[in-house]
């Protein structure tokens, strides 16, 4: 099973569609607040969950979660507003902000690996910006980007693959 969580509009051929929203044409409808969410242990093959994480105020519990029903080596992709951006901040349903090193800790090998997360490998991470995409010089060298430039020039997004270890 595929799931494309938070859908909205972005509906997703091959995908188990779920939005809280009747509205929008989902497959499942879903609170995404309420845990335990609604789906078998180790019955996902990935997840999809683009500019979702940012509206809730605790967007590390959605990992125990997605370790709870991903599969072995499933592969989750996120996409969040990068915390530059003017829309990071600008949403009035925007709680959390993210960097280019904000999802790390979920890697069992980092020193700040949080335990009771579940285990994830990084697979990619890229900055993305409207103009030019994730084509960038800023991409060869993030942290220098992040720690000097990303005020003058701020991405849009953050994209993340993540691998499900177990």
Known sequence: MKLNLGCGRDYMEGYLNCDWSKEVGADKIVDLSKFPLPFKDNSVEEIVINHVLEHFHEPIKFFGEFYRICKKNAIIKIRVPYFSNESAFSMLD????????????????????????????????????????????????PRIYQEFLCWIFPAKELYFELKVIK
């Open 94 to 141: 925007h709680y959390h902000q993210f960097t280019y090193t904000s999802f790390d800790a979920l890697d069992k090998n980092h020193t700040c690996h949080w335990q009771s997360t579940g285990n994830f490998k990084i697979v990619k991470k890229e900055l993305r910006w409207r103009l030019f995409g994730k084509w960038s010089i800023f991409n060869l060298f």
